[in-house]
C-alpha cells in the first residue's frame, strides 16, 4: 500500500476550495455561488490572510470595488460576484453585443499576478480545443485586467454531481477517459492546469465532459509546480477516486467530500466501498503515485496525462448500464360505453329467440327440384369414382422420374445490418483555426432531424480558398464493423467518409492519416466502403458546402451509422 504524495498533498492544499467561499458553499472560481452574509466576510477575512502566508501566497490584496450593472468596454454587464478572493473577484455577466452569459475574472492592474494571468489566458485561448472552456478576450483597460470566458448553463459541475452519491462505472470511466485525453492534449501544447478539482470539471447535458480554467485558475492564484504534467495527472486521478468512492483521497476534507481515515494511508478504491470497478479502481492508484510507488498490483504507475490517457484506452471498455425493466401497469377493461370507466357492469340476460327451420319442399316444383339435385349427385359421384380409378391404375404404369429441383432453404435469411451508436464527436478542423461550432455537434446524431450541426459560413463553396474542408470526427467507444453511413444534409453537400486505422488508439490530428473509404454529394447520402470497414474513429469530410444563410455553409442534420 503507498504511502501518501507529497506531490498529491501539494495539489490538495493549493486546489482545495476557495477559504472565503468554503463556509458559504464552497463556491468555485467561475461556478454559481451563494450571497455570503458581511459577518462571515469580515471573520474569515482574517484567517485568510493568516492562511496566505503559511502556503507562501501574497496576503489579500484589495479588490476593485465593482458592483452589479457596471460595464466593461461597453459590452459586458457584470450581474452577479461569484468568488471575491486575494486581490481578484469573479462574476456572471452578460455580453450584451452577442446577448449571451458569460463569465469575467477581474483584478488590478498593478496586481502582482495580472503580467501572468494575462499571459495564461492569452495562452489558453489559443489552443481551441472544445474540450476546455474557451477564453473569449483578455484584456487591460482603465487600470484593470478582465478575462472574460464561457459560460455554460447547461452543464452541472462534478462537485454537484458527488453530492448525489458515486458515479457509476460507465461514467467514472468517461470522466477519467475525456479528462486524461484533453490534459494530454493541453500539455503537448505547454499548457497546464494545477488546479484540477471537482469544481474545475463540468458535465453537459450530452455527458460530454469539460474542464474550465486551464492554466488561468492556478495564475490567478499563484500557484505553480515543479513537474505540472504529474501534478494534472495525481489531480485527474483524485478525481476519478472520488467518482468511485464519494471520498476524497487524502485524510483532509474538501469538496464537500470526507477525506480518508487518518494513519492508514492510501486505499485503493474497492477497499473503501463495495462494487467498485476493479479496472478503474487500479487505473486510480496508478495516477495517484508517490515517487514511483504505487498501490497497482502489476502495472507501472501513470505520470504524464498522455500515460493514464493510453492505459485507460487499454483496459476493455466499460459499457453502460442496462436499462431497467418496469412492467406495464395491468390492463383494465373499460366499459365507458355504458357510463361508467374502469369496471363492469352487470348486464341482465336476454332469451334470444329460437330459429324457426323453413318448411319442407312440399309443391311440385319442390319436388322437380329435389329430384333434379339428386339425379346431378349420383352423376358426380360416378364421375368421381371413375377418376379415382383411372389414376390409381396409371400411378402403377407411369414410370418414377427423379427430382432434380434444387432444394431451397426458405428458413436462411440474410441478417440486417445492425445500428452502430455513436459514443461522443467533436469538431475537425486542424486545416484552419482548430475550431468548428463545437457547441451544436450532438445535434448531428440527436434522432432529431430538425436539429443539425453547422459549419462557419464562408464566402465561396470551397471554403473561400483557406483549406480543403472540415468535419466531425465520431468515437463508437470501441473498434466495430461498419458496413455504410446515412448523411442528411440541408443543401447539396459534397463529403467523404474517412476512417482510423483498426489499431488506433486515439483519433488522427490530420485528415491525411485517416483512410477515404466512400464519397458522394447530395442532401441524402449514403456512403458504403468497397466492403465492410473496422474502426473505432469515423471522420465525416465536408469537401464543397452548399448556399445557405446568405453565404456557404454545411448543415449536417442527421448521422447514422449501420454495421
Not at 46 to 55: C, F, K, V, W
Not at 106 to 133: I, K
Not at 235 to 248: F, K, M, N, V
Request: proline fraction near 8%; hydrophobic fraction near 40%.
Amino acid at each position: 500500500m503507498a504511502e501518501r504524495s507529497t506531490a498529491a498533498v501539494d495539489v490538495a492544499d493549493n486546489s482545495g476550495d476557495d477559504p472565503l467561499t468554503a463556509k458559504a458553499g464552497k463556491a468555485a472560481a467561475d461556478g454559481v455561488a451563494e450571497k455570503q452574509k458581511a459577518a462571515e466576510k469580515t471573520a474569515e477575512a482574517t484567517d485568510n490572510e493568516a492562511g496566505d502566508r503559511q502556503s507562501g501566497e501574497q496576503p489579500s490584496l484589495a479588490v476593485p470595488e465593482l458592483h452589479s450593472g457596471h460595464k466593461l468596454a461597453r459590452r459586458y454587464r457584470l450581474e452577479e460576484c461569484v468568488t471575491r478572493l486575494d486581490g481578484f473577484s469573479s462574476w456572471r455577466a452578460v455580453d450584451e453585443k452577442l446577448r449571451r452569459a458569460v463569465g469575467v475574472h477581474l483584478l488590478p492592474a498593478d496586481h502582482p499576478r495580472a503580467r501572468s494571468v494575462l499571459a495564461a489566458a492569452r495562452s489558453a485561448a489559443l489552443l481551441g480545443d472544445p474540450r476546455f472552456v474557451q477564453v473569449l478576450d483578455a484584456v487591460e483597460e482603465n487600470d484593470l485586467v478582465y478575462v472574460v470566458h464561457e459560460w455554460l448553463p447547461d452543464s452541472v459541475e462534478l462537485t454537484a454531481l458527488l453530492a448525489l452519491g458515486p458515479l457509476d462505472a460507465h461514467d467514472a470511466y468517461q470522466l477519467v477517459s475525456q479528462v486524461s485525453q484533453a490534459m494530454a492534449a493541453a500539455h503537448r501544447e505547454g499548457l497546464s492546469h494545477l488546479r484540477l478539482t471537482p469544481s474545475a470539471v463540468l458535465r453537459s447535458s450530452t455527458g460530454q465532459y469539460r474542464i474550465r480554467g486551464l492554466a488561468v485558475n492556478a495564475a490567478l492564484r499563484g500557484i505553480t509546480a515543479e513537474r505540472p504534467q504529474r501534478s494534472d495527472t495525481e489531480a485527474i486521478g483524485a478525481l476519478l477516486y472520488a467518482a468511485l468512492t464519494q471520498r476524497w483521497p487524502y485524510e483532509s476534507d474538501a469538496y464537500g467530500l470526507s477525506g480518508l481515515p487518518k494513519g492508514v494511508g492510501l486505499l485503493p478504491p474497492d477497499q473503501v466501498r463495495a462494487g467498485v470497478h476493479r479496472g478503474l479502481s487500479e487505473i486510480a492508484m496508478r495516477a495517484l503515485v508517490n515517487d514511483g510507488a504505487t498501490a497497482s498490483r502489476q502495472e507501472p504507475p501513470c505520470t504524464t496525462p498522455d500515460e493514464l490517457a493510453r492505459a485507460v484506452a487499454a483496459m476493455p471498455r466499460v459499457k453502460p448500464p442496462e436499462p431497467e425493466f418496469t412492467a406495464p401497469p395491468e390492463y383494465q377493461h373499460t366499459t365507458y360505453q355504458q357510463g361508467s370507466y374502469g369496471r363492469q357492469q352487470p348486464h341482465p340476460a336476454v332469451t334470444q329467440p329460437a330459429a324457426v327451420p323453413p318448411p319442407p319442399l312440399q309443391s311440385r316444383t319442390g319436388r322437380a327440384l329435389k329430384w333434379t339435385v339428386s339425379a346431378l349427385l349420383i352423376a358426380a359421384l360416378g364421375l368421381g369414382s371413375w377418376q379415382i380409378a383411372d389414376r390409381l391404375l396409371g400411378a402403377k404404369e407411369a414410370p418414377k422420374v427423379p427430382d432434380t429441383a434444387p432444394t431451397v432453404m426458405s428458413d436462411e435469411k440474410p441478417v440486417p445490418p445492425k445500428p452502430v451508436s455513436i459514443s461522443s464527436a467533436h469538431d475537425f478542423d486542424p486545416l484552419g483555426n482548430g475550431v468548428e461550432k463545437p457547441q451544436a455537434i450532438p445535434n448531428a446524431y440527436d434522432g432529431d432531424p430538425s436539429t443539425f450541426w453547422h459549419t462557419d459560413s464562408y464566402y465561396t463553396a470551397h471554403f473561400g480558398g483557406l483549406k480543403k474542408g472540415v468535419g466531425l470526427v465520431l468515437d463508437l467507444g470501441r473498434t466495430q464493423k461498419i458496413s455504410s453511413v446515412d448523411l442528411s444534409f440541408l443543401g447539396r453537400t459534397s463529403v467523404e467518409l474517412r476512417t482510423a486505422p483498426a489499431d488506433a488508439a486515439s483519433a488522427p490530428s490530420m485528415p491525411g492519416r485517416f483512410t477515404t473509404r466512400a464519397s458522394g454529394t447530395g442532401d441524402n447520402v449514403t456512403l458504403k466502403p468497397t466492403a465492410p470497414v473496422t474502426t473505432r474513429y469515423v471522420l465525416i469530410w465536408l469537401t464543397e458546402l452548399p448556399a445557405n444563410d446568405g453565404g456557404f455553409r454545411g448543415k449536417l442534420r442527421e448521422i447514422k451509422i449501420l454495421g
